[in-house]
C-alpha cells in the first residue's frame, strides 16, 4: 500500500513539477528536482514526469488526482491552485500516511 501511495506521489510531484518549465516541454529532467523525487526507490515504484497538458486531460477524462502543494506554508497561504491541499516538502512523510489510497496524487 505503501508503495502505491509514493508511486502517486511521485507521479503527481512530475506533473506539476512540469509548472515551472517553458510551454514546449517534452521531458523532464530529474537532476532540476528536489532530492526527495531523486532518491533510490523501490523497484516496483516507478516516477513518472508528465507536463501539465496531461495533467488537464487526466481531469477531463474524470480521474480525480490530489493537488498537493509541498511548497511552504507561507508560499501556501500567498497563492495556489484551487483545492490543493498543503503539504510543504519537508513535512510530507509526515503527510503522506492521511493521503487518499484510491487516488492519483499531484505535487507541485
Not at 31 to 44: A, G, H, I, N, R
Not at 55 to 64: E, H, M, R, S
Not at 72 to 87: D, K, Q, W, Y
Not at 97 to 104: E, G, L, N, V, Y
Amino acid at each position: 500500500m505503501m508503495a502505491g501511495r509514493l508511486h502517486l506521489f511521485l507521479l503527481t510531484f512530475a506533473a506539476l513539477a512540469a509548472c515551472a518549465l517553458s510551454p514546449s516541454f517534452s521531458a523532464a529532467d530529474p537532476s532540476k528536482y528536489p532530492e526527495y523525487v531523486q532518491q533510490k526507490l523501490p523497484d516496483e515504484i516507478k516516477a513518472e514526469f508528465i507536463s501539465v497538458d496531461e495533467l488537464v486531460a487526466d481531469i477531463k477524462a474524470g480521474k480525480k488526482p490530489v493537488i498537493i502543494d509541498v511548497r511552504s506554508a507561507e508560499e501556501f497561504r500567498e497563492v495556489h491552485i484551487l483545492g490543493a491541499v498543503s503539504a510543504p516538502i519537508g513535512e510530507f512523510n509526515y503527510y503522506l500516511a492521511s493521503m487518499p489510497k484510491d487516488r492519483p496524487l499531484v505535487l507541485y
